[in-house]
């Protein structure tokens, strides 16, 4: 629901699995068990887990109001309710959210989500600041928002929405290609849009201005090397990489930089874009010349004419067995799992499948997970989140688990 136009219009497809491995291959095996901890239910649409550098974690729900989980417990008021500025159902809504590098002492935190400028007319997507209040660390000011960057959204669904801090400390914006299916204003391969990328602001600096930008300029900085920056006009300087079809979630590894990008499939293909730290941007990923490694014929965009340069992804699935969506997560650098360090988590929104993959010298390996729940329900995998320490979290909908091992230790040990 959240992340691909229709169900209905999957069509039965020739299958095979080119990719997908149980470990062989390996000199040692990965594990594939993980039990999930509910730590927290009740919640409504949840998109994001966020941490802010402490103990508590950051619940945003697609209506627009961002909750904290401290101390166990879900806190009664909510850190933020913009759900006054906002139009959400479908893929719309509060979509993304991330706090600042320095958000200890500047008390900054960002959020990406979609509203008509005009009740029932121009969808837009919006990423603004804002401030924690000046009384209370676990209540925002609903009054602090700064307004950095809009751009329109010519459909309902594929408005990407993850936000992401780089290594770099550049934020980092996931946009989809604006919707309907096969991207029928072929945005994704065009450069003078902000559809179908991932962008890279500076939100500490304006130099470099903004150029596809329909709010107030001034309010960011585009950073020196954004591959396509050229001026006002030609290419968004905004633009980081592009080729891209719904990139609902995106992370770093927190300790190598490495970005991973899940970007979310039509009828085909989902697909996991790998891009290592230090690399100079600028990579074209493929959408809608392909949907993942297989040519797409439907609607393809005139600029795949040109046989442009693309990168493959460093993995792929297709839909059967129920998969229709995927949910990218995490690389887990945690203390508490053992066997984990280093893999990247992920999961299909559909199957409420989930896998690891882990970088070899060779083919990724990719290893399914068997998950036990301490209680509740693995429904539709929205999202996954990190605390502080690394741990890792998983959200559907309506509840929030931790990745535990499969085992814990007893009480006392
Ligand atoms: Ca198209
Ligand atoms: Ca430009
Ligand atoms: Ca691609």
């Given at each position: 629901m959240l992340t691909r136009f229709s169900i209905a219009a999957v069509v039965v497809l020739s299958v095979f699995l080119p990719f997908v491995s149980s470990g062989t291959g390996s000199d040692s095996t990965p594990p594939t068990q993980v039990r999930l901890t509910q730590i927290q239910a009740g919640f409504s649409a949840i998109t994001d887990l966020q941490h802010a550098g402490d103990a508590r974690l950051f619940v945003a729900q697609q209506g627009g109001l961002i909750h904290i989980i401290k101390n166990g417990s879900t806190l009664g008021t909510p850190f933020l309710d913009i759900s006054g500025r906002l139009v959400h159902g479908g893929e719309r809504g509060l979509l993304g959210l991330a706090f600042h590098p320095q958000y200890a002492s500047n008390g900054y935190f960002y959020v990406n989500y979609t509203y008509e400028v005009t009740p029932g007319g121009q969808l837009r997507s919006r990423v603004s600041r804002f401030s924690v209040s000046a009384g209370n660390a676990d209540v925002a000011d609903a009054g602090s928002e700064l307004i950095l960057l809009e751009f329109n959204q010519p459909f309902t669904n594929h408005n990407g929405g993850a936000l992401q801090f780089g290594p770099d400390g550049y934020l980092y914006i996931a946009s989809g290609d604006g919707g309907d299916s096969y991207d029928p204003q072929e945005n994704s391969q065009n450069t003078a849009n902000l559809l179908g990328k991932v962008l890279r602001i500076d939100v500490n600096s304006t130099a470099g201005g903004s150029s596809c930008n329909l709010a107030a300029n001034g309010r960011y900085g585009i950073p020196a090397g954004n591959p396509l920056a050229d001026g006002a006009g030609g290419a968004c300087d905004e633009i980081w990489a592009y080729g891209l079809r719904n990139p609902w979630r995106i992370s770093f590894d927190r300790q190598t930089g490495d970005l991973w990008i899940a970007d979310v499939g039509q009828a085909a293909r989902e697909e996991i874009d790998f891009q290592a730290a230090g690399s100079a941007g600028g990579q074209n990923y493929g959408w809608d010349c392909f949907e993942g490694t297989v040519v797409n014929n439907?609607?393809?965009?005139?600029?795949c004419a040109n046989n442009p340069p693309v990168v493959a992804p460093v993995h792929e699935y297709d839909h059967a067995g129920g998969k229709c969506s995927i949910t990218g997560g995490y690389v887990y650098r945690g203390p508490a799992l053992d066997g984990y360090t280093g893999a990247y988590f992920f999961a299909d929104y559909c199957s409420d499948e989930m896998w690891t993959l882990r970088r070899t010298g060779g083919a990724p390996i990719v290893t399914k997970l068997t998950v036990t729940l301490s209680a509740g329900v693995l429904n539709n995998i929205r999202s996954f989140g990190q605390d502080a320490t690394g741990e890792l979290y998983v959200a559907t909908g309506t509840a929030v688990f931790r990745v535990d091992d499969p085992s814990p230790a007893p009480a006392g040990t």
């Amino acid at each position: 629901m959240l992340t691909r136009f229709s169900i209905a219009a999957v069509v039965v497809l020739s299958v095979f699995l080119p990719f997908v491995s149980s470990g062989t291959g390996s000199d040692s095996t990965p594990p594939t068990q993980v039990r999930l901890t509910q730590i927290q239910a009740g919640f409504s649409a949840i998109t994001d887990l966020q941490h802010a550098g402490d103990a508590r974690l950051f619940v945003a729900q697609q209506g627009g109001l961002i909750h904290i989980i401290k101390n166990g417990s879900t806190l009664g008021t909510p850190f933020l309710d913009i759900s006054g500025r906002l139009v959400h159902g479908g893929e719309r809504g509060l979509l993304g959210l991330a706090f600042h590098p320095q958000y200890a002492s500047n008390g900054y935190f960002y959020v990406n989500y979609t509203y008509e400028v005009t009740p029932g007319g121009q969808l837009r997507s919006r990423v603004s600041r804002f401030s924690v209040s000046a009384g209370n660390a676990d209540v925002a000011d609903a009054g602090s928002e700064l307004i950095l960057l809009e751009f329109n959204q010519p459909f309902t669904n594929h408005n990407g929405g993850a936000l992401q801090f780089g290594p770099d400390g550049y934020l980092y914006i996931a946009s989809g290609d604006g919707g309907d299916s096969y991207d029928p204003q072929e945005n994704s391969q065009n450069t003078a849009n902000l559809l179908g990328k991932v962008l890279r602001i500076d939100v500490n600096s304006t130099a470099g201005g903004s150029s596809c930008n329909l709010a107030a300029n001034g309010r960011y900085g585009i950073p020196a090397g954004n591959p396509l920056a050229d001026g006002a006009g030609g290419a968004c300087d905004e633009i980081w990489a592009y080729g891209l079809r719904n990139p609902w979630r995106i992370s770093f590894d927190r300790q190598t930089g490495d970005l991973w990008i899940a970007d979310v499939g039509q009828a085909a293909r989902e697909e996991i874009d790998f891009q290592a730290a230090g690399s100079a941007g600028g990579q074209n990923y493929g959408w809608d010349c392909f949907e993942g490694t297989v040519v797409n014929n439907m609607d393809r965009s005139p600029l795949c004419a040109n046989n442009p340069p693309v990168v493959a992804p460093v993995h792929e699935y297709d839909h059967a067995g129920g998969k229709c969506s995927i949910t990218g997560g995490y690389v887990y650098r945690g203390p508490a799992l053992d066997g984990y360090t280093g893999a990247y988590f992920f999961a299909d929104y559909c199957s409420d499948e989930m896998w690891t993959l882990r970088r070899t010298g060779g083919a990724p390996i990719v290893t399914k997970l068997t998950v036990t729940l301490s209680a509740g329900v693995l429904n539709n995998i929205r999202s996954f989140g990190q605390d502080a320490t690394g741990e890792l979290y998983v959200a559907t909908g309506t509840a929030v688990f931790r990745v535990d091992d499969p085992s814990p230790a007893p009480a006392g040990t």
